[in-house]
């Protein structure tokens, strides 16, 4: 079982940035991989980044790319996301999840992912 904790989401104006964090617990953090995904009002969820078990290998939404960082601390059981330059379509509610299948590349689909975060509440206003 591992749980999932985010924090650090809150209202910023475009333009400027956020960093969310998400503390596990449960399992050995270095274990896993992990991901951000978003969830807009009357939208799907879609993948944000997500990031492998060492932290060597990222990948990014192209929508994201180029402005949001994921990483991690396996010391602090916590991955972040660095989310600059923020746009008003970067508003949704924003969850970390948990892959525990210790695949060589981190999965950008929810359904590859083992356990989820209650999510924290992102709102870019313009």
Do not use: H
Not at 4 to 17: C, D, F, I, K, R
Not at 26 to 31: H, I, K
Not at 72 to 94: C, F, G, H, I, W
């Amino acid at each position: 079982q591992v749980q999932l904790v985010e924090s650090g989401g809150g209202l910023v104006q475009a333009g400027g940035s956020l960093r969310l964090s998400c503390s596990a617990s449960g399992r050995t953090f270095s274990s896993y991989a992990m991901g951000w995904f978003r969830q807009a009002p009357g939208k799907e969820r879609e993948f944000v980044a997500a990031i492998s078990r060492s932290g060597s290998i990222t990948r990014y939404a192209d929508s994201v790319k180029g402005r949001f960082t994921i990483s991690r601390d396996n010391a602090k059981n916590t991955v972040y996301v660095q989310m600059n330059s923020l746009k008003p379509e970067d508003t949704a509610v924003y969850y970390c999840a948990a892959d525990l299948k210790k695949q060589v590349f981190p999965p950008v689909t929810a359904e590859e992912y083992d356990y989820w975060g209650q999510g924290t509440q992102v709102t870019v206003s313009s």
